[in-house]
């Protein structure tokens, strides 16, 4: 149900954007995330977005990175600035209905791989 695109292979320094879709649900009232996962570790969060536009963001990606929403609400985007080696990893988006407390729909992910 979720669709991520937009990974790729990228040098230190530069920038990606990221994007989730879907094509069989409306999500005006469902929040959404971007995860991350490397070899041998957990998925790690990294930024979500409320169904009213709130954002909150890991440490590591505060001031580089941006979570948003299309206006069709059937595209969420995160735009990777300033991309360095330890950001390398798939990346999955996430969604919940906004009265669920986990997300609980997720796609298939999409290699980031930034060279040093």
């Known amino acids: 149900q979720l669709v991520e695109s937009g990974g790729g292979l990228v040098q230190a320094g530069g920038s990606l954007r990221l994007t989730c879709t879907t094509s069989?649900?409306?999500?005006?009232?469902?929040?959404m995330a971007w995860y991350r996962q490397t070899p041998g570790k957990g998925r790690e969060f990294v930024a979500s977005?409320?169904?009213?536009?709130?954002?909150t963001y890991a440490e590591s990606v505060k001031g580089r990175f941006t979570i948003s929403r299309g206006d069709a609400y059937r595209i969420m985007y995160l735009e990777m600035n300033s991309l360095q080696p330890e950001d390398t990893a798939v990346y999955y988006c996430?969604?919940?209905?906004?009265?669920?407390?986990?997300?609980?729909?997720w796609g298939q992910g999409t290699q980031v791989t930034v060279s040093s």
């Open positions: 069989d649900l409306t999500l005006s009232k469902y929040d």
């Open positions: 977005i409320t169904w009213s536009d709130h954002t």
């Open positions: 996430a969604a919940k209905y906004f009265l669920i407390g986990q997300f609980d729909l």
